[in-house]
């Protein structure tokens, strides 16, 4: 049980390892922001022209939210004015694409400070949205890491990339001790009120308490040793075109996902989405009733979580690792929406 009683109080919850005979490797993670590296890449290419100033920004140390109220001041913009395509880690250098209205190009020279510094620019003919990217490249270093180690690190990222990364959403999703997703627990029994939220800790505790009962769904599929295997009712992704249908014919549906063709996907609970059938489907109601929810629970907040259905697994692509000098650096691409302290919770055994 995830709850002391239902609806009452959240605990974390614990996913097990999926490489437990590979130890843990002792290192340090993002004790410099360097250390952890992002690059966006977006989901296409600019055209050159149009209304909207696509500016890329690397920013140093420094929470979305302080980059966003900082290009507010900087630019003289209202944050509705602003587009980004997806959040980026506090603890880290990363570097992303913003859209802002074009009359902002006469005052760029305003963005660049010691945490801040304007990469490129272009015109584009819309504004930059959530989920606008095809994902993100990582250069991470795990400090202090003994270099001996890199054999071990390289074990588990070959069965990370061959089998799957358990999707799951870290822990920082939830906020400081689960406040964010107790919020949005709250917020959704209607326990607190949401409008003198701003409209991005709104939009985040929404996202939070859907992401925490994703993870909960994927720790009891875990524990039916079925996060490879086809319920029915499952509701299958097409790993090339992202396509979504209902498994009928088990065996048959299963066939294709061990040829590496699809991935089940779990549910972002919300009043879109597509609800699984079946045994996954009564999996998914189960889930949710752990914590007093039903389908019907996010209904009055589709503006700000609609609802969705999300791979169990994603595979990281162009994997490379090395011993370096100063311990072991990963490089790695994960797509949109996928967490790198996850890959990094599986080779350090602990939450990153």
């Known amino acids: ?6 609806g009452r109080d959240l605990k974390l919850i614990d996913i097990p390892f999926e490489t437990p005979d590979v130890g843990a490797i002792k290192a340090r993670v993002k004790s410099r922001p360097d250390d952890f590296m992002v690059d966006e890449e977006p989901a296409y290419e600019l055209c050159g022209k149009g209304d909207h100033l696509y500016i890329q920004v690397e920013k140093k140390g420094w929470s979305m939210e302080r980059l966003l109220l900082h290009l507010r001041e900087a630019l003289d913009v209202s944050q509705a004015e602003i587009g980004y395509a997806g959040l980026k880690d506090k ?5 992303q694409w913003l859209s802002v209205p074009a009359r902002c190009e006469e005052r760029l020279s305003k963005v660049d400070n010691g945490a801040v510094r304007l990469l490129d620019t272009n015109r584009h003919t819309n504004k930059l949205r959530t989920g606008h990217l ?14 001996e180690q890199v054999e071990a690190v390289r074990t588990v990222t070959d069965q990370v990339v061959a089998r799957g990364l358990v999707n799951i959403f870290g822990n920082q999703r939830f906020g400081q001790n689960l406040e964010s997703a107790r919020v949005g627990r709250d917020v959704v029994a209607g326990v607190m009120r949401i409008s003198a939220m701003s409209r991005m800790k709104r ?5 939070s308490i859907q992401s925490y009962l994703f993870n909960l769904y994927v720790r009891e599929r875990m524990a039916l040793d079925r996060l ?13 075109t992202g396509g979504l249908f209902v498994a ?13 063709q699809l991935v089940v996907t779990g549910p972002i609970f919300g009043r879109k989405m597509v609800q699984a059938g079946g045994e996954a489907g009564q999996l998914e109601i189960a889930a949710m009733a752990q914590i007093g929810m039903n389908h019907y629970s996010f209904d009055s907040f589709h503006s700000y979580g609609a609802g969705t259905r999300r791979a169990l697994l994603t595979f990281p692509e162009d994997m490379e690792v090395e011993a ?16 790198a302290t996850v890959l990094l919770r599986e080779v350090l055994k602990r939450d990153v």
């Open 203 to 207: 939009k985040f505790s929404i996202s």
């Open 91 to 95: 603890h880290a250098v990363t570097r």
């Open 228 to 240: 490879r295997q086809v319920m029915a009712g499952d509701i299958m992704k097409k790993r090339d």
């Open 248 to 260: 009928e014919d088990v065996s048959e549906v299963q066939a294709r996902l061990d040829a590496g």
């Open 1 to 6: 049980m995830i709850l002391d009683s239902p």
């Open 324 to 339: 370096c000098k100063s311990g072991i650096r990963l490089r790695f691409f994960l797509p949109k929406g996928c967490y």
């Open 134 to 147: 095809r994902g993100n490249r990582f250069n991470i270093l795990l400090r202090g890491a003994a270099q």
